[in-house]
Every structure is written in structure tokens, then in C-alpha cells.
């Protein structure tokens, strides 16, 4: 049956998009026993992009920070189609040091196309916001774990994925920059999207391969969207699982495995 | 003596990107004719001689527009004389997710280039103050972020953490590596991890942004200075310019993404022109050094 499920990167491609893939939306309700959304950055905005809020699973509390795919046009337009402005990743990084505070771990869902380019996304520092959760989350000392659960698509994934530990949805595509704009840098021609998904290595199983990502959460047969009740609860074992695990780590050693994570990876010869 | 200096790489330039379509030739055609003999500027498209150009430190007399330069050049004119002792210098990137002709690609520049890939890292003085230092240089694959420059960041932000140094990094950079995959994208964890440590340690990290400064890099590390310098009208943003104009369908004005417009939106904290570059650094590291406040009490 596994053998049955494994599908070519262009192939996973469509299947993230499918209008019935679920997003966080649905998956929390599934995966936690509450959730209490929290709004803003106490800087400048309150951005649809990225939700967050204190949940519990299994009794214990946790914050939640994830990037927000919307399923329908009315939500996508309220979620700026998972592409977050600045304000959403300064929210992400108060609720990250709330939760440092509050002594609870932090679980970051990512999936975004991509951080959103625009005008006033640069006029407020896209790239200071991105890089600002980057450094911070790195030392961030509270366990963080993060799961790909369809795009993580370049910096704007990255901003929520510096965790001590990463699983990725088995059908999930995770890349240094969308296969579309991949094909257009390289290539000059976007509509060379498959072919760019093809040799980028953005599989699940090359996430892991690449010392990437450490766990492959398995989909139902054919993909998320034939069964949201059975990946939800594959995610909730993994979190529950894992947060056990991280909890019991002394806080200084679990940061420094962090850094050793991202340190390693890098391929180079003197 | 700066004059010197860059009428020396000027030769070397005019016969290393005089005639890219024919390599053959290239010796022989350097020596006879340099083509680049004219600059045309790319913030005010005035057209100057080369040669007034690299007397004005390679600054555009017209507008001020601080042209590219390599690391080399950089290194000369910011470091005291002979005190550069570089790290890592032959570290070369393997090819992580086997990307057609990456090697071939990169063995081409090398040729090129002389460099081993896009950034250089050491250890100098700067008027006597001892730092690690960082220059990035645009020549080689628009000095993306890969395993190397990823790996020789870390290391120069770890070496500096162990030994009490504060650091200088003068960033260029088109932003992640495409063609190391997701392996570049990591390297922004790996570096800004590693200005993490440094910051931790209560040293010092000054970012001088240069032309350009762009991606996965102004999305890192070079955000991340204490004191965030830049060269007058270099190109400092996150997304690139055309990918906005693709998505908003409108032309953007000149000074989007400038140096300029960084400063005037809170991201850069001052804009220092080349020429006072070093003695500007040199006098934030002095204000920065313990021992010497000490000493002088």
C-alpha cells in the first residue's frame, strides 16, 4: 500500500493544490482539544496569513503559529493566499516568546507559496521580519516543532521552520523557491514548473534524505484529501510523540541540538 | 595608494569580462582593445570613462551610485596593510541535489574569477582594531548563498565568538543558492544561528550593505548587524524588483529598494560612503572595545 502511494514530484504538485486537501483550518479542531486564536503584532498589523493562538493536545498547552491556506476564494482573499506580509511573522515571533514565557512548547504548521512580494511587504522589511524569527527562533528556549503540511515555499517557510524537530506530510513539497519560480530564474520560463519540480529535490523523502526534516507523517491512500480524519490524527500522534520527548530535554542541550541540526547541513570539501 | 590599487584590477578587469562570447580571444583582445573602457551607470544611466570611474573609487561621479567591487578590492581598502589572514580559503561546494552542470558552471568562474566561490572570510585590523571579516563578491553566481558561503559564515561568526572578535560583513548577494536546493535555503538557519551565538556572547556585528544586497541574504544574516551600514544607492530588498513589478503590474520607482529607501523605512541605521568607509568602522569598532576604554582610563 505505501508503495502504492509514492508519486512523482509533479504529481505531488497537483495534489497540494487539490481544492480538498485540508489546511490548518481543518486540521486544528482535529488535532487539539481547544484553540484561542490571538490577533496582531503590536507593531502594525493583524495579518490573515499567519493564525495563532494557545491550544492544548492531550491535555498539555501549547502555542500554535501557522500559515493560513484559505479554501475558498473568500478565504484565500482574507489570507492573502498563505503569503504572509511582515506584521504576520512579527506575530508569529510574539507568540513564540509568549509562549517561551508561558514555559510552552511552540508547533508551527507551514504552508505558504512564499513570503508575499510587494511594495509595502518591502516597506515594512520583509526580509528584517524573516530573518528576525530566524535568529530568534534559533534560540528560542522552549521546544519548537514544525510540520510541512503541503507548500513550504522559500524564506516564508523557513521564518516558521527553525525547530528541533521537522516532519513533513508525506505528499508535501518543501524548496529553496517555488518550482514556478525556479523555472522562471533558471530558465526564464515559468511554465517549466513540472520539469523544475522534477530535479529540485523537494520531496518528503529527500527532506529527510538531506538531513532536512527527521519524520515522513503518512497520508491516507491517494492523498490528505481522501481521509482529513485520519492524516489529523497521524499529525497529533506525531506532535503528541514528539512533544514528550522534547519536554524532557534539558532546555540548554535542546538548543544546541538545534543548532547542530541547521550547523550540518551543507555539502563541501577542502 | 587607492588609486594604485584599482588601476592594477582595472587591467585584470578589461581582461576578464571584455569579451565573455569569445574566451579564445580573450587574452589577445584585452591587451589591444578594452572594451570597458566606458561605465554606464545603472542608477542614473549617465555614461562615464572607466578610468574616472575607478579614481572615484569606483563610485559614480554623476550620481554617487557605489558601483561592485571585488572582495579583493574591498579587503585593500578596509583592512590595514598586510593584516588579512583569510579562513577557509579552499573550501569549494560539492553538488548536493546534482544539478545539471553545476560543476562545470562553477569550475568556468573559478577560471574567471580566481575566487572558489562568493565569499571571502578573515581575520585583520582596521586602524589596529582586530575583527573577523566577510566580503561577498558579486562576480561569482551573483554571490548566492550556498553550502560554502553558508559554512565560511558560520564559521567566521563562530571563530569571532570564540575569540572575543567582533565581525564585519560587507553583503552582496542575489540571495540562496538555486541550484543547491533546499540546502542553500538552510544555510539562512545556519548563519543567522551562528550571528545568534555572536550576539550572545555580547560581541559586536556590523552589516555594510552593498550592491546588492537581496534574498535569502537580506532575509538572514545581513538584517541581523547590530549596526546595519549601507553604500549610497546600492540595491538592498527582499524580493526582486521584477518579480514585484510582475505581481503588482506597475512600474516601480528609482528609488525602490535603495539604500535611501531603506533608511528612510527604519532597516538600515546609516549610509557611509566609500571612501569613509574604514575610518567610519574603525571608529564604531573603538567604541566597541573594552579593553582599549579601559586602557585609556
Redesign the interface.
Known amino acids: 500500500m505505501e508503495k502504492m502511494n509514492k508519486l512523482t514530484p509533479p504529481e505531488r504538485l497537483e495534489l497540494i493544490r487539490h481544492k480538498d486537501r485540508p489546511t490548518v483550518r481543518d486540521y486544528i479542531p482535529m488535532i487539539f482539544d481547544e484553540f484561542i486564536e490571538m490577533h496582531g503584532d503590536r507593531h502594525f498589523g493583524d495579518d490573515g496569513a499567519i493564525m495563532g493562538g494557545i491550544a492544548s493536545i492531550s491535555g498539555m498547552p501549547v502555542t500554535v503559529i501557522a500559515e493560513v491556506k484559505g479554501r475558498n476564494i473568500n478565504e484565500n482573499k482574507a489570507s492573502n493566499f498563505a503569503m504572509p506580509h511582515p506584521e504576520g511573522y512579527r506575530k508569529a515571533l510574539r507568540l513564540a516568546k509568549q509562549a517561551e514565557k508561558f514555559h510552552r512548547p511552540v508547533i508551527c504548521f507551514i504552508d505558504t507559496p512564499g ?1 508575499f ?3 509595502d ?8 521580519a ?3 524569527n ?3 527562533f ?2 528560542l528556549k522552549t521546544p519548537i516543532i514544525s510540520v510541512v503540511l503541503g507548500e513550504g515555499g ?2 516564508g517557510a ?2 516558521l ?2 525547530c528541533d524537530e521537522l516532519a513533513v506530510l508525506e505528499n508535501s513539497l ?4 517555488s518550482p514556478r ?2 523555472a522562471s ?2 530558465w526564464k520560463d515559468a511554465s517549466r514548473e513540472n520539469e523544475a519540480a522534477s ?4 520531496t518528503a523523502e ?2 529527510v534524505e ?1 538531513g ?1 526534516a527527521e519524520k515522513i507523517i503518512e497520508e491516507p491512500l491517494g492523498g490528505a484529501q481522501n481521509d482529513h480524519r485520519q492524516t489529523a490524527e497521524n499529525i497529533a500522534e506525531f506532535l503528541y510523540k514528539t512533544l514528550c520527548k522534547k519536554m524532557k530535554i534539558d532546555i540548554d542541550v535542546l538548543l544546541n541540538e ?2 547542530t541540526k ?2 550540518k ?6 | 595608494m587607492l588609486e594604485d590599487l584599482f588601476n592594477v584590477v582595472k587591467t585584470r578587469f578589461n581582461g576578464t569580462s571584455a569579451s565573455a562570447e569569445n574566451t579564445e580571444e580573450k587574452d589577445d583582445k584585452a591587451v589591444e582593445i578594452p572594451k570597458d573602457m566606458l561605465f554606464k551607470c545603472p542608477r542614473c544611466l549617465n555614461v562615464i570613462m572607466t578610468d574616472e570611474l575607478v579614481k572615484n573609487l569606483k563610485v559614480c561621479p554623476e550620481c554617487g551610485y557605489h558601483s561592485r567591487i571585488t572582495a579583493e578590492e574591498r579587503i585593500t581598502l578596509t583592512a590595514d596593510k598586510g593584516s588579512f589572514i583569510e579562513f577557509d580559503k579552499d573550501m569549494v561546494s560539492k553538488n548536493p541535489i546534482d544539478f545539471p552542470e553545476y560543476e562545470s558552471k562553477q569550475e568556468a568562474l573559478r577560471e574567471k574569477t580566481g575566487l572558489k566561490d562568493g565569499i571571502i572570510t578573515g581575520e585583520c585590523t582596521i586602524r589596529g582594531e582586530r575583527c573577523v571579516i566577510g566580503v561577498m563578491d558579486s562576480r561569482y553566481m551573483m554571490a548566492s548563498m550556498g553550502s560554502v558561503v553558508g559554512e565560511k559564515i558560520a564559521r567566521a561568526f563562530e571563530f569571532a565568538t570564540e575569540n572575543k572578535l567582533p565581525v564585519i560583513m560587507f553583503t552582496a548577494s542575489g540571495g540562496a543558492r538555486m541550484q543547491e536546493g533546499i540546502v542553500s535555503l538552510m544555510q539562512m538557519a545556519k548563519t543567522s544561528g551562528a550571528v545568534a551565538k555572536h550576539s550572545d556572547a555580547g560581541l559586536l556585528y556590523i552589516a555594510v550593505m552593498t550592491d546588492p544586497t537581496t534574498g535569502g541574504v537580506t532575509a538572514s544574516f545581513a538584517s541581523l548587524g547590530d549596526i546595519i551600514i549601507a553604500e549610497p544607492k546600492v540595491v538592498v530588498g527582499f524580493a526582486g524588483r521584477r518579480v514585484i513589478e510582475g505581481t503588482i503590474k506597475q512600474h516601480l520607482p528609482d528609488d525602490f529598494q535603495s539604500a535611501e529607501f531603506m533608511l528612510e523605512h527604519g532597516f538600515v541605521d546609516m549610509i557611509v560612503e566609500r571612501k569613509t568607509m574604514r575610518r567610519n568602522i574603525a571608529h564604531i569598532l573603538k567604541l566597541h572595545n573594552p579593553c582599549k576604554c579601559k586602557e585609556e582610563k
Request: with cysteine.
Open positions: 513570503a512580494c510587494g511594495v511587504a518591502e516597506k515594512r522589511g520583509q526580509g528584517e524573516i530573518a528576525r530566524i535568529m530568534e534559533m534560540r522559500s524564506g523557513l521564518a521552520g527553525v518543501y524548496s529553496v523557491i519560480g525556479f530564474i533558471l530535479i529540485m529535490k523537494i529527500d527532506m538531506l532536512v538545534r543548532y541547521f550547523r547541513i551543507g555539502e563541501f570539501e577542502e
